[in-house]
């Protein structure tokens, strides 16, 4: 083999190998490490965040809930208006368990930043 094959080969290799690990860094089974099962009750404040869908509108709704020495102390609730993301098609399935493309409202991601 000459210096040029061999080079050649090298980079294919390498190339072969930076794509197995860009798809197994792709994986969308991601693990919920920091998912939380229960909320220390003693000192929290416990946040939920949710978006419902009302026509061409979307509404934030936002639940604080303060726990103080095992008791729920306060509960904040808040509504806000959003621009709707619009629609668009997504398989589903029915009770039957058949799959099919519907029309679906676009769904907000969140990302949320505590200090």
Known sequence: MSKITTKVRKIQIALLLFGLMSITACDDSESKE??????????????????????SVDVLITKHKIWKNNKLFKEIIKRDTIPSLGDTLQAVEDEAENEHIAKVKKEYEFYITVQ
């Open 34 to 55: 920091d998912e939380v099962e229960n909320v220390d009750k003693k000192s929290a404040i416990e946040t939920e965040l949710s978006v419902q869908h009302i026509d």
